[in-house]
């Protein structure tokens, strides 16, 4: 079992620049999170799929953030144009839905300049 | 507004004595709870849930404690080892959302 697998584990980009993050979600589940940890929000929840629809995107800071699924075995996290306020660890993370626990990746750790 | 609150930022235990990490939560709808541990450099890791309908749940070292009319759970570590030292989280979910809203995490550090 690979587990979730998130590119790059590095990211550091200059303000303005586009940022896209990827995410392989553990075969067979069918949910899936993108989170955000930062010192003062600790890990906030950005958006949620369920069988590749988003259902919850409340999370999402600003239209400069976006998210898609094109399919079950993968995930991107876009922010255009990218803010030095971005700069923090974000994760993914999967389950088999209905309530299951969360798997999580080892996340992407993004510095915006 | 942050639903789940883990007010303590750090706690240093002596290795061998009881680690206790606090978590308070303010939405009554909430009825399914874990606790996360996670290591630098790492994703979160699942260590131990609890339901709403009960008010305990152990696992080895680890106990998860629910006082419902407090809003309020508890994990228990005993004995802390060193290698417990980590950060915890503790997240909440209501049945049928399916989303899970995470505290700001608590620092232990078990201290040989």
Redesign the interface.
């Known amino acids: 079992d690979a587990g979730v697998i998130q590119s790059p584990r590095h990211e550091v980009t200059e303000m303005g620049q586009e940022v896209t993050l990827r995410c392989k979600p553990i075969s067979g589940h069918n949910s899936l999170f993108w989170y955000r940890q930062t010192m003062m929000r600790g890990l906030e929840l950005l958006i949620y799929f369920n069988n590749n629809v988003p259902i919850d995107d409340s999370g999402m800071p600003e239209d400069r953030f976006s998210a898609k699924m094109p399919n079950a075995s993968f995930s991107t996290l876009k922010i255009q144009p990218s803010e030095p306020r971005d700069s923090a660890v974000y994760f993914c993370a999967s389950s088999r839905g209905g309530g299951e626990k969360l798997f999580f990746g080892s996340g992407t750790q993004l510095s915006v300049l | 507004d942050?639903q789940v609150k883990?007010n303590s930022p750090s706690l240093s235990v002596q290795e061998g004595r009881i680690s206790i990490l606090n978590c308070d939560y303010t939405n009554s709808m909430f009825d399914?709870f874990?606790w996360?541990k996670k290591y630098p450099?790492?994703?979160?890791?699942?260590l131990i849930?609890i339901s709403s309908i009960k008010d305990k749940n152990e696992d080895g070292r680890f106990t998860v404690f629910l006082n419902k009319s407090a809003k309020h759970l508890s994990l228990h570590i005993v004995p802390s080892q060193p290698g417990d030292s980590a950060v915890y989280?503790c997240?909440a979910?209501e049945?049928g959302?399916?989303?899970?809203?995470?505290?700001?995490?608590t620092r232990l550090k078990v201290l040989a």
Do not use: C, D, H, V
């Open positions: 942050q883990q399914y874990l996360y450099a790492e994703g979160p890791t699942f849930s989280f997240a979910s049945r959302t399916y989303k899970y809203i995470f505290g700001t995490g």
